[in-house]
T-cell receptor, first 117, second 111 residues
Framework: GESVGLHLPTLSVQEGDNSIINCAYS??????FIWYKQESGKGPQFIID?????DKRQGQRVTVLLNKTVKHLSLQIAATQPGDSAVYFC????????????????FGQGTILTVHP | NAGVTQTPKFQVLKTGQSMTLQCAQD?????MSWYRQDPGMGLRLIHY???????DQGEVPNGYNVSRSTTEDFPLRLLSAAPSQTSVYFC??????????FGQGTRLTVV
């Protein structure tokens, strides 16, 4: 079945280090991938997205890499700050899928990122 | 724009009671979804909708009903609450080419 999963449930880094959060997906029809950040007591917030026709996309201090061959997605955070401490989720959609599947957004387990000052 | 609004923010139910969690969005998004999030877990899809009158089941639909009579609203009904439904519930809305926007969540406790 469809699933989106993460390799590492927790990640601890020192302030200023770069962080890498990984995600594996199994649905080969997935064509749109999103990273979300969730702080305690709040709903998920959009960080960055990437479509399947791209391998890399950069934002402010964040980069998402997509490897369709091995169905792997990663989020890189440069110069990690204490304010980056949160749970990070990857999510996927199949925008080109038939039926109602294009409206189905599936989340991975999540990685808890802790940044130490 | 208010974005996605969920009510109530907190709710305590007794086992067997029914209730409706409300979700409204003012972005004219086609798609809306309901998720539950248990402690230390990810978001699991309960039901979703791709337009008014069109709904479908997600990963964990049992014990929940939805309807989508308007574009703006997507209520989630618990038919007979059980302790296993104690969770935080999130509603999201999005379009084909946008990321999902989430409400602030409803924290539900079933005793």
């Amino acid at each position: 079945g469809e699933s989106v999963g993460l390799h590492l449930p927790t990640l601890s880094v020192q302030e200023g280090d770069n962080s890498i959060i990984n995600c594996a997906y199994s649905n080969s029809a997935s064509d749109y991938f999103i990273w979300y950040k969730q702080e305690s007591g709040k709903g998920p917030q959009f960080i960055i997205d990437i479509r399947s026709n791209m391998d890399k996309r950069q934002g402010q201090r964040v980069t998402v890499l997509l490897n369709k061959t091995v169905k792997h997605l990663s989020l890189q955070i440069a110069a990690t700050q204490p304010g980056d401490s949160a749970v990070y989720f990857c999510a996927e959609r199949s925008q080109g899928a038939g039926g109602t599947s294009y409206g189905k957004l599936t989340f991975g387990q999540g990685t808890i990122l802790t940044v130490h000052p | 724009n208010a974005g996605v609004t969920q009510t109530p923010k907190f709710q305590v139910l007794k086992t067997g009671q029914s209730m409706t969690l409300q979700c409204a969005q003012d972005m004219n998004h086609e798609y809306m979804s309901w998720y539950r999030q248990d402690p230390g877990m990810g978001l699991r899809l309960i039901h979703y909708s791709v337009g008014a009158g069109i709904t479908d089941q997600g990963e964990v639909p049992n014990g929940y009903n939805v309807s989508r009579s308007t574009t703006e609203d997507f209520p989630l009904r618990l038919l007979s609450a059980a302790p296993s439904q104690t969770s935080v519930y999130f509603c999201a809305s999005f379009d084909r080419n946008t990321e999902a926007f989430f409400g602030q969540g409803t924290r539900l406790t079933v005793v």
